[in-house]
């Protein structure tokens, strides 16, 4: 008591301290946990709607290449072929690049530049994904109609293997491009990684390399890609995450068809773009059910790629909140 | 030992460093090359019908004239409502993850989920919230709208807000609570107020990247093609009226559907930008 008083504060202000603090602790925590409560509910409630249509289609909806509104035969197979497709074309073209730029930046790049490009780059990112659908299909496909797709065919024509990927009629929409914009929406997310990865290699690991007389690239060759291997790859799978969810750019460019072509050129179709395009059309319980299992389909196939892109990045420097 | 050296080598050495980090160049030209065309498009194709009517007229019918007027409107509302909904929850969960989950087990689990739903697809959330709102209520809201992007905005607050309030240096948690001070006062008068431009920071962020968000609002506002001011109903948003403007066959719907894009890019290009400059400010004073 004689403490307490010598401090100023009376029991009850003491006590409602206390009280404030408790309420105030179990608040943030409880608003914590809806982090944690908004993922269970998503899986919940897509589950709940997927439900009639798995009951429905069994396992086989994975398999199944139909999508008929008519009959009410649903399977996933064209479109979780075309998320797959898509998301490759992206990574093979997005992966090198991404390095590319990340090399620039950190090993070439004057230091009056590296914050101009580095933001220029971010800002790939911040374009909303509609825009880059507009531009792609109002200003991309058509330039890569008339001038890519039929290069593609008289290169390729005749060309084993190849020759049935690259060529086809050149419609200027269809899986090719929708790669190729995907390429460019998430070169910023692996960029950015991979920055960030390489300029946590210590300096004295470089300049060792360097002291023997090692040239740039096999100082990235052998001391800076070694050393952060795991990160390297982290952003890659944070790259085909965000490729393979992508929605509005991939509905405006990919045709939005639901056959399996053998060719890239041809148009096709993938989860996200199905639900964008059919959902609110969607009419009857089995057919609004099928779009939800896709969904979840999604859900889980993300879900796993960015776990384990999360897992690999575990050590970074928690800076990705700013990037958005 | 000799010193001689393998000439042959040396100069295959050299060059394939000189082209990889020519590739490196020509990499990053190649990154910025479609942001400068993507600009270039938006500024040719839609510069020409921003005027005033986009801002004071509401969308037409086709062949009728008229502006983006409800859209924008509907946009700035869903938005900020999102955002509503989205901050103080996402300030609150970031400051459980930084300032009282020492001990806790579940953090690094909420702080893994967070950072999953960051990247998350944004459709998803459309499906969600479909599912507990739309179908529920019976009929497209802008509530739903809102909550959707509010779902988006979080993961991205609570992950700034996170790192911002670990910045602040333990001495000033210690030098608080030798005065006396609980540990609600110690967060908010303390240290809300040293993290206060990071936390800004993350809220302007997360506003620049729902307002260009378009998969989740197409199964919960939906659109309207009046003015509608009751989020009860189905509410008219900027990236869902360009979308099906864009789509469409009509000349003068396209024509508003550019200026559209070429508004909302502006906004989140502005955003961004003033975010890193509230961001950086106070570190240079110090």
């Not at chain 1, 897509?46 to 290449?65: D, I, N, Q, V, W």
């Not at chain 1, 096709?268 to 773009?273: A, F, K």
């Not at chain 2, 989920?113 to 998803?124: E, G, R």
């Not at chain 2, 920071?201 to 009046?226: C, K, Y």
Request: net charge positive.
């Amino acid at each position: 008591m004689k403490q307490r008083q010598q401090t100023g504060a009376g029991p009850e202000q003491m006590d409602r301290g206390k009280v404030l603090d408790v309420l105030f602790v179990q608040g943030t925590r409880f608003f914590a946990w809806m982090v944690l409560l908004i993922i269970l509910a998503v899986l919940f409630a897509l589950g709940k709607g997927a439900l009639p249509a798995l009951e429905k289609f069994g396992p086989g909806f994975l398999t199944s290449s139909s999508w008929n509104p008519v009959t009410e035969d649903f399977g996933a197979l064209v479109s979780i072929y075309g998320t797959l497709v898509t998301s490759i074309i992206a990574m093979l073209i997005g992966v090198p690049v991404s390095f590319g730029i990340a090399l620039f930046i950190t090993e070439l790049c004057p230091v009056w530049l590296k914050r101009p490009v580095g933001i220029a780059i971010e800002l790939l990112a911040a374009i909303p994904s509609i825009i880059y659908g507009m531009w792609g299909l109002f200003i991309f496909a058509p330039l890569f109609a008339d001038h890519v797709e039929p290069w593609l065919n008289s290169r390729f024509a005749g060309v084993p293997l190849l020759g049935s990927l690259l060529t086809g009629p050149p419609m200027g929409i269809g899986m090719a491009t929708a790669g190729i914009i995907l390429a460019i929406m998430i070169i910023p997310f692996m960029t950015a990684v991979m920055r960030d990865m390489f300029e946590v290699v210590p300096d004295v690991l470089k300049e060792s390399a360097y002291g023997i007389g090692a040239t740039t690239w096999e100082v990235v060759r052998r001391v800076v890609l070694p050393y952060t291997r795991a990160g390297v790859i982290g952003g890659i799978m944070l790259g085909l995450g965000r490729a393979m969810g992508e929605t509005m750019a991939v509905t405006f460019v990919i045709g939005n068809t639901n056959r399996i072509h053998a060719s890239l050129l041809m148009p096709g179709n993938t989860i996200s773009s199905s639900l964008a395009n059919e959902f609110t059309e969607a009419v009857g319980e089995i057919y609004t059910s099928s779009l939800i299992a896709l969904g979840l389909i999604l859900f889980f196939i993300t879900f796993i790629v960015l776990a384990l892109s999360r897992l690999l990045l575990h050590h970074l420097s928690r800076q990705e909140g700013l990037r958005t | 030992m000799s010193v001689v050296m393998d000439t042959a080598r040396f100069q295959r050495r050299k060059y394939l460093n000189i082209m990889v980090l020519c590739l490196s160049v020509l990499m990053t030209m190649f990154g910025l090359f479609w942001l400068v065309w993507l600009l270039w498009t938006l500024f040719s194709q839609g510069l020409p019908y921003v005027n005033s009517t986009l801002f004071f007229k509401a969308t037409p019918p086709p062949g009728g004239t008229g502006g983006l007027a409800n859209g924008i409107v509907g946009s700035l509302v869903l938005t900020v409502t999102g955002v509503l909904i989205g901050a103080p929850t996402g300030v609150l969960a970031g400051t459980y993850l930084s300032e009282f989950s020492r001990k806790s087990k579940i953090a690094p689990v909420i702080r893994f989920v967070n950072d999953i739903l960051l990247s998350a697809p944004s459709i998803i959330i459309g499906v969600f919230v479909y599912e507990i709102v739309v179908v529920p209520m019976g009929h497209f809201s802008g509530w739903a709208g809102a909550l959707a992007l509010a779902m988006i905005a979080l993961p991205v607050i609570v992950r700034t807000t996170e790192d911002m309030l670990r910045l602040v240096p333990d001495n000033m948690r210690e030098a608080a609570a030798a005065l006396g001070a609980p540990r609600w006062k110690v967060t908010t008068a303390i240290i809300y107020r040293a993290a206060r431009s990071g936390i800004l920071t993350g809220v302007l962020l997360a506003v620049a990247r729902i307002s260009g968000e378009t998969a989740p609002l197409l199964f919960t506002a939906l659109n309207n093609q009046f003015w509608s001011s009751s989020l009860n109903q189905p509410m008219a948003n900027l990236p869902v009226v360009i979308f099906q403007f864009a789509m469409s066959p009509y000349d003068d719907w396209q024509h508003l559907a550019w200026a559209g894009a070429l508004l909302i890019t502006l906004a989140v290009l502005g955003l961004n930008i003033v975010a890193r400059i509230i961001l950086k400010t106070p570190k240079m004073r110090k």
